[in-house]
């Protein structure tokens, strides 16, 4: 009889993500001097905001700021709907390094695959070299912690004309992560452990109000957000009685 061997163990629920497998030195020792810590969200629509729903950094900066009782930590926001790393890339001068940030969070990946049908969409191809262009700019030029985070894992992102893109390019962020040594939010894999482990429905996966099927809704943004600042926050140090808020 076949099935699932007696010695394995079923799914874990809630489903947990993959942690980081790297430290976060420049945030870390921000958090540890209680010094101005800066941290820029880099990406498309899921940072910049969709429909109404408040973004994953305006929520992460919330979550940080009352675990260390700091006003002084922000999450700036530096997302611009429909871009993608080649374009990101070249504002990353003005809009990142500028602010001098610790730590910049860089989501990609979607359009580059949401876009193909259109007029000069970004490729794979310069989706990935601007991608490994602007790790070196941030973490060898200018000493700033990375996280990258990959595409989401939603209806529009899986169709029959798409989802070979969206697995490459999936594929191809955790190979540049895995060879640069640069933390990886897997949040496409984290949303398809949502979905068919879970079996949470992509009715409250998606927006309601996005037809095209593509963008996060509030209750997956709220609870990315939450691991997301839990995977940070097992990187750097831990609140001291003192300063965290009970």
């Not at 992509?202 to 809704?217: E, Q």
Request: hydrophobic content about 40%; proline content about 8%; charged content about 25%.
């Amino acid at each position: 009889m076949k099935g699932r061997s007696m010695n394995s163990s079923p799914p874990q629920i809630p489903v947990q993500p993959a942690p980081f497998e790297y430290d976060l030195p420049n945030l870390a020792e921000a958090i540890e001097a209680a010094s101005s810590v800066k941290i820029v969200a880099l990406g498309s629509s899921t940072t910049a905001g969709e429909g109404g729903i408040v973004a994953y950094p305006c929520r992460l900066e919330a979550v940080l700021r009352d675990k260390y009782a700091n006003p002084r930590i922000d999450v700036i926001n530096r997302g611009v709907g429909g871009e993608e790393a080649p374009k990101e890339r070249d504002r990353m001068d003005r809009d990142v390094i500028a602010e001098k940030p610790r730590l910049v969070i860089w989501q990609l990946g979607t359009n580059a695959v949401w876009q193909s049908k259109q007029d000069n969409p970004p490729s794979h191809d310069e989706t990935i070299a601007a991608l490994r262009q602007g790790i070196q700019r941030f973490r060898d030029e200018h000493s700033i912690d990375i996280v990258l985070m990959d595409p989401q894992y939603v209806p529009a992102m899986l169709t029959p004309v798409s989802r070979a893109a969206t697995d490459r390019m999936v594929s191809a962020i955790a190979d540049v992560s895995r060879a640069d040594q640069v933390n990886l939010f897997r949040r496409f894999e984290l949303m398809k452990g949502w979905h068919e482990v879970e079996k949470i429905s992509f009715d409250r996966i998606v927006d309601p109000g996005d037809n095209t099927r593509l963008h996060d809704s509030d209750w997956t943004t709220r609870r990315l957000t939450e691991v997301l600042a839990n995977l940070i926050l097992a990187r750097v140090p831990k609140p001291s009685p003192s300063s965290a808020i009970t």
